[in-house]
Structure formats: C-alpha cells, structure tokens
Nanobody, 124 residues
Framework: QVQLVESGGGLVQAGGSLRLSCTASGRTFSSNAMGWFRQAPGKERDIAAAISWSGARTYYADSVKGRFTISRDNAKNTVYLQMNSLKPEDTAVYYC?????????????????WGQGTQVTVSS
C-alpha cells in the first residue's frame, strides 16, 4: 500500500508563487514515475507535469510550460511542483499520483495511487 500526502496549496494573487509537496509512505517510490494533475470545478482531471523515476525526464502541459517545475528527492520520498507566475486559470485542486512504471504517462488511468488533493486558488 502507498499513501501520498500533498501540502503547500493555498490562496495567492496572480503573478505569485507556490510550491506543492507530495510525500509518499509505504512501498518505495524511487523506482516509480510521479505526476501532478489538476482538476478545476466542472472540468476533467488533467496532467500538469510528470517526472520519471530518476528525474531525468520531465513532461509539462503546454498551459504550464515555462512557469511550473517538477522535481523529486528520492531520499525523502517527495516530489515537488514549483509554480511561478500563477494565473487565475491555474485555480484547481492539485493531486499527486504514482505510476507503477519508471517512466511517466499523460493520462490519469496510467497512475495507481493518488493523494487527497490540495486546493490552489489564484485571485486576479
């Protein structure tokens, strides 16, 4: 069993920054790709960013490219999402997820464990 706990969400003004953290417990996550997804009210859950098991490969949705940075610290069982230049359209619940393979996928169905989510609200 794997537990994922996100933290770092909150309310921020447009142009501001937040850093999300997701810490895994239970089975090791150092051999697994990880993803950050987000879901706005009335919308589907979409990928924001993903990272391979070693951190060597990363993926970003076009909407966040150049503003968000995903990273991981396998010694701490933690994956991060640094979010800069935030926009009101970034408002959503953000979820981290574990993929049962070393490389990432873009679809939510490719991930087997999910955190409870953390709310990010960007005011204009």
């Amino acid at each position: 069993q794997v537990q994922l706990v996100e933290s770092g969400g909150g309310l921020v003004q447009a142009g501001g920054s937040l850093r999300l953290s997701c810490t895994a417990s239970g089975r090791t996550f150092s051999s697994n790709a990880m993803g950050w997804f987000r879901q706005a009210p009335g919308k589907e859950r979409d990928i924001a960013a993903a990272i391979s098991w070693s951190g060597a490969r990363t993926y970003y949705a076009d909407s966040v490219k150049g503003r968000f940075t995903i990273s991981r610290d396998n010694a701490k069982n933690t994956v991060y999402l640094q979010m800069n230049s935030l926009k009101p359209e970034d408002t959503a619940v953000y979820y981290c997820a574990r993929r049962p393979y070393p490389d990432y996928a873009q679809e939510p169905r490719g991930y087997d464990y999910w955190g409870q989510g953390t709310q990010v609200t960007v005011s204009s």
